[in-house]
């Protein structure tokens, strides 16, 4: 059995990075994948712009470690990326008790398809890794 899962899209907001008090990099970034929207009887439909109608996903993705490190210092909002990682099923109680439920995906690998414009000082982001 396999848990893989790969997508590719752009990243939606600027990375939230922190490092946990074992030392360990964490980095989650939040990336928007598309696909056609569909009407009742399930074809697509054009948009008043006359272009193929979309609907909008939001993937939590959690980096750790290097990858966490790289991807904190080089993704940035609007960057097309290509992820590929696991699915992860996360389960709590809030304050009142509710079971809370989530989902992400958590990253073994993140391809830069553009180039974004840095988190850092460095904001022009000549210092990123090639894109291939």
């Known amino acids: 059995m396999t848990n893989i899962t790969i997508i590719t899209g752009r990243v939606a907001r600027k990375p939230d990075v922190r490092t946990t008090q074992g030392g360990?990099?964490?980095?989650?970034?939040t990336v928007v994948t598309d696909r056609p929207a569909r009407d009742k009887d399930g074809k697509t439909y054009k948009d008043e712009n006359g272009y193929t109608a979309k609907e909008s996903e939001f993937h939590?993705?959690?980096?750790?470690?290097?990858?966490?490190?790289t991807v904190g210092q080089y993704c940035s909002k609007g960057q097309l990326v290509s992820v590929q990682g696991r699915i992860h099923y996360t389960q709590r109680d809030d304050k009142e008790g509710v079971t809370r439920y989530g989902t992400e995906i958590l990253a073994?690998?993140?391809?830069?398809?553009?180039?974004?414009?840095?988190?850092?000082e460095n904001e022009d982001n000549k210092d990123a890794p090639e894109i291939d």
């Open 108 to 120: 073994d690998k993140v391809d830069f398809l553009s180039r974004g414009n840095g988190s850092g």
């Open 60 to 69: 939590r993705v959690t980096c750790f470690n290097g990858l966490a490190k």
């Open 24 to 29: 360990t990099n964490v980095t989650g970034i």
